[in-house]
C-alpha cells in the first residue's frame, strides 16, 4: 500500500512537471504576446526578477523587479514591489526570472495601471530545478487575474505550497 501510494504521488509530480515544461520553459514576454495576441481578456506579460530566499517553515518574503509588456509588445512599463507566502516553504530558492500572463476581467488596462495587491495559491518543488505555479488574482478593482508556470534550473532545494500576495507599484 505504502509503494502504490509513494508511486502515486511521484507519477502526479511527473505529470505535473511535464505540464509545466511544455506551458513555459522557452517562453519569453514576446512569445507569450504572441500566442495569446487573439485572446480578449490577455493584456500583456509581467517578467520578474524575483529575490532569493530562505523559507522558515510558514513563509517567505522575496523582492521583485519587473517590467510589464503590453499584449501588443510596443508599451512597457517597470515596476518593483514583494512577493509572500504563508504556508508551508522550507528549504532555499536562489533568485530567479519569471513570467506572469496578466488577464484583465474588467476593464481594459494600460502597461501604467497594474500596480496593486494580488492574493493566490503558489505550490513549488525544487530540488536543483523547481517546477510549480502560481495564480494570483487582484489589483485595481480586483479585475486582474495573473498566472506563472514553468521550470526554472537551478533554482535552489525548497518544497513551498500555500497562500501568495504579491504587491506591485510602478517604479519611479
Given at each position: 500500500?505504502?509503494?502504490?501510494?509513494?508511486?502515486?504521488?511521484?507519477?502526479?509530480?511527473?505529470?505535473?512537471?511535464?505540464?509545466?515544461?511544455?506551458?513555459m520553459?522557452?517562453?519569453?514576454?514576446?512569445?507569450?504576446?504572441?500566442?495569446?495576441?487573439?485572446?480578449?481578456?490577455?493584456?500583456?506579460?509581467?517578467?520578474?526578477?524575483?529575490?532569493?530566499?530562505?523559507?522558515?517553515?510558514?513563509?517567505?518574503?522575496?523582492?521583485?523587479d519587473?517590467?510589464?509588456?503590453s499584449?501588443?509588445?510596443?508599451?512597457?512599463?517597470?515596476?518593483?514591489?514583494?512577493?509572500?507566502?504563508?504556508?508551508?516553504?522550507?528549504?532555499?530558492?536562489?533568485?530567479?526570472?519569471?513570467?506572469?500572463?496578466?488577464?484583465?476581467?474588467g476593464?481594459?488596462?494600460?502597461?501604467?495601471?497594474?500596480?496593486?495587491?494580488?492574493?493566490g495559491?503558489?505550490?513549488?518543488?525544487?530540488?536543483?530545478?523547481?517546477?510549480?505555479?502560481?495564480?494570483?488574482?487582484?489589483?485595481?478593482?480586483?479585475?486582474?487575474g495573473?498566472?506563472?508556470?514553468?521550470?526554472i534550473?537551478?533554482?535552489?532545494?525548497?518544497?513551498?505550497?500555500?497562500?501568495?500576495?504579491?504587491?506591485?507599484?510602478?517604479?519611479?
Amino acid at each position: 500500500m505504502k509503494n502504490v501510494v509513494m508511486a502515486a504521488g511521484m507519477a502526479a509530480l511527473a505529470l505535473s512537471t511535464g505540464a509545466c515544461t511544455t506551458s513555459m520553459q522557452q517562453s519569453s514576454a514576446q512569445q507569450l504576446n504572441a500566442t495569446n495576441a487573439n485572446s480578449r481578456i490577455y493584456i500583456g506579460s509581467l517578467t520578474c526578477n524575483v529575490g532569493g530566499s530562505t523559507g522558515y517553515v510558514l513563509g517567505s518574503a522575496k523582492p521583485l523587479d519587473c517590467v510589464f509588456l503590453s499584449r501588443d509588445g510596443v508599451s512597457s512599463a517597470q515596476y518593483t514591489g514583494t512577493i509572500d507566502k504563508v504556508g508551508i516553504d522550507i528549504g532555499y530558492t536562489k533568485a530567479v526570472h519569471t513570467i506572469w500572463r496578466v488577464y484583465s476581467l474588467g476593464s481594459d488596462r494600460g502597461v501604467t495601471q497594474i500596480s496593486g495587491t494580488y492574493v493566490g495559491e503558489q505550490g513549488t518543488v525544487a530540488a536543483g530545478n523547481q517546477a510549480g505555479g502560481n495564480w494570483i488574482y487582484g489589483g485595481p478593482n480586483a479585475e486582474i487575474g495573473m498566472v506563472s508556470s514553468g521550470v526554472i534550473k537551478d533554482a535552489g532545494y525548497n518544497l513551498a505550497t500555500g497562500v501568495a500576495a504579491m504587491t506591485i507599484r510602478l517604479k519611479q
